[in-house]
């Protein structure tokens, strides 16, 4: 069994400021883990993903993550917010392996203040 | 590589009616999953087909089914429609079963009237 928990469905950041979006997971095995941006009216988007090896995990436009296993976390950083962040954030997990189901957290709005 | 589709992009229809929504994967790619997301319940999960087998399930009634073709397009049956299927359904395609990366269509916005 596998779910994500996201704190926070609403973040209020000003622009230039850090953008720290939490996830935390449980899994019953080694995880993969992903984040997705979804604009309005869009599908979902991978930002970034982890799966093996080094855990501090680079995105695309600037954004970060860091698998802390003892914390069971995978929050979701960006030293410097920009006006276009503004989007909803959605941590996910899956069981590595073959026909591991991807569960999904409930999502993150973050807003970016000019 | 043209991305994943989705056919058609918007859909109104009444209660009782039937649906059928249609996605194509990226080319290459075997596995397709799909997804209801609602502002109250958030992105749920509908099921997964691999080489046109269902590998996995959520906790949707049987009103809603799917299948997959040989050439790993999927489409995705909502039968005896309700008000509470109105929702974006997500199709996203993988090139693996489960745990790989998902590519994330656009979405077809289902309206219940």
């Known amino acids: 069994a596998q779910s994500v928990t996201q704190l926070g469905s609403h973040v209020s950041v000003s622009e230039g400021a850090l953008v720290l979006l939490r996830c935390n997971y449980s899994?019953?095995?080694?995880?993969?883990l992903f984040w997705y941006v979804q604009y309005p009216n869009q599908g979902l988007q991978l930002l970034l993903k982890?799966?093996?090896?080094?855990?501090l995990v680079k995105g695309i436009n600037g954004f970060e993550a860091e698998f802390k296993k003892s914390e069971t976390s995978f929050h979701l950083t960006k030293p410097s917010a920009h006006m276009s962040d503004a989007a909803e954030y959605f941590c996910?997990?899956?069981?590595?392996?073959?026909?591991?189901?991807?569960?999904f957290g409930t999502g993150t709005k973050l807003q970016v203040i000019p | 590589k043209a991305g994943v589709t989705q056919t058609p992009r918007y859909l109104i229809k009444t209660r009782g009616q039937q649906v059928t929504l249609s996605c194509s994967p990226i080319?290459?790619?075997?596995?397709v999953s799909w997804y209801q997301q609602t502002p109250g319940q958030g992105l749920q999960f509908l099921f997964e087909y691999f080489s046109e087998t269902q590998r996995n399930k959520g906790n949707f009634p049987g009103r809603f089914s799917g299948r997959q073709f040989s050439n790993s397009r999927s489409e995705m049956n909502v039968s005896t429609l309700e008000l509470g299927d109105s929702a974006l359904y997500l199709c996203?395609?993988?090139?693996?079963?489960?745990?790989?990366?998902?590519?994330f269509g656009p979405g077809t916005r289902l309206t219940v009237l």
């Open positions: 982890y799966t093996t090896g080094a855990t």
């Open positions: 996203a395609s993988s090139s693996m079963a489960g745990g790989d990366t998902q590519y």
């Open positions: 899994s019953s095995v080694p995880p993969y």
């Open positions: 080319s290459g790619h075997r596995s």
């Open positions: 996910a997990v899956s069981g590595s392996g073959g026909y591991q189901k991807v569960t």
